[in-house]
């Protein structure tokens, strides 16, 4: 059954990526291609490389509050390392359980590293969220102005679903599910799942350490801001920064279902659907689209050399 999902999620991206360039005039792409300045490209791999470095730096910081001595280059080459295998698995954070399993190799407790990454990542998840519910009260909010009013009931219902979730998660360790799994913690299946929530206790009496996560997890998203303003600039001219807001935080949420590998297909897709909204033409749409899965894709090879150096 997984090689056959596996199976039916290269077929959806590869089929949506055919449309793509069946539907978009390549050659017209390509000539978009060929008059970016090299100086562009180069801004989008430092941003990047920054974006990553800050991502890495959360995480350190996160696993700091129990581990103080785990190293930010360790933390780093982990962080690569998810994102190489984030292009074999779902969505765009399939590669987190690689990565779990490089910091556990620090000679840190699986349940420490485990806390610390499932938190870094709800805490990126959460700054999308505010930032989705931030945008949508304007005048022209972000669903009105990319023209999917219909999404705005399902993303605010989705972000009640998750808030009640977590609520009656709490509840249900409260009042049963601790009790249980303290009984058999000795078990060996039992006891991991016991002791990474119980690894979740330390964030709770260190609530500050989860709004400087957000904190972070903002950063990052407005880097991803910056790095798709500046491709809009050097193929045509200046773009809204505030647009672009919206464009990153929409495609970021939608990449985010489990649906495509690595996000194939569905990122480009989504990102040349609102980018011509806000005013760029298709081609160069998906130039841009390219462009940015290009820049995954190196970051990626560091990572893969970082994988098998460690080896």
């Known amino acids: ?127 999308l969220v505010i930032l989705a519910l931030a945008l949508s009260f304007f005048d022209r909010g972000i669903f009105e102005h990319l023209g999917i009013v219909s999404l705005r009931t399902k993303i605010l219902g989705a972000a009640l679903l998750l808030a009640t979730v977590f609520i009656m998660g709490y509840i249900f360790w409260r009042s049963f599910l601790k009790s249980f799994l303290e009984e058999r913690k000795e078990m060996f299946i039992w006891g991991k799942i016991y002791n990474i929530i119980q690894a979740f206790y330390i964030y709770k009496d260190n609530l500050w350490v989860i709004i400087l996560a957000l904190a972070f997890s903002l950063v990052f998203h407005l880097l991803g801001v910056a790095n798709i303003t500046i491709l809009a600039f050097s193929i045509e001219g200046a ?40 005013g760029l033409d298709a081609p160069s749409a998906l130039a841009l689209g390219i462009i940015l899965r290009a820049n995954t894709y190196i970051h990626s090879a560091i990572g893969a050399v970082l994988y098998i150096f460690r080896k």
């Open 1 to 127: 059954m997984k090689k056959l999902f596996l199976c039916l999620k290269l077929i959806f991206a590869f089929f949506i990526l055919a449309i793509l360039f069946y539907r978009i005039p390549f050659g017209q792409t390509l000539g978009v291609l060929e008059n970016i300045p090299i100086a562009f490209l180069v801004a989008v791999f430092a941003l990047s490389s920054l974006a990553n470095l800050l991502c890495a730096c959360k995480l350190r910081f996160l696993i700091a509050i129990k581990d103080k001595g785990i190293k930010l280059l360790s933390v780093v080459r982990a962080y690569y390392v998810g994102i190489f295998f984030n292009n074999f698995m779902p969505t765009e954070v399939g590669g987190d359980v690689f990565k779990i399993g490089e910091l556990k190799k620090e000679n840190l407790q699986l349940q420490d590293v485990t806390a610390a990454v499932i938190l870094e990542r709800i805490t990126g998840a959460m700054a």
């Open 239 to 278: 773009f809204s920064f505030f647009a672009m807001l919206m464009v990153v935080v929409v495609v970021r949420l939608v990449s985010m279902l489990p649906v495509s590998i690595g996000a194939l297909g569905v990122r480009e897709g989504m990102l040349i659907f609102c980018l011509t909204r806000v």
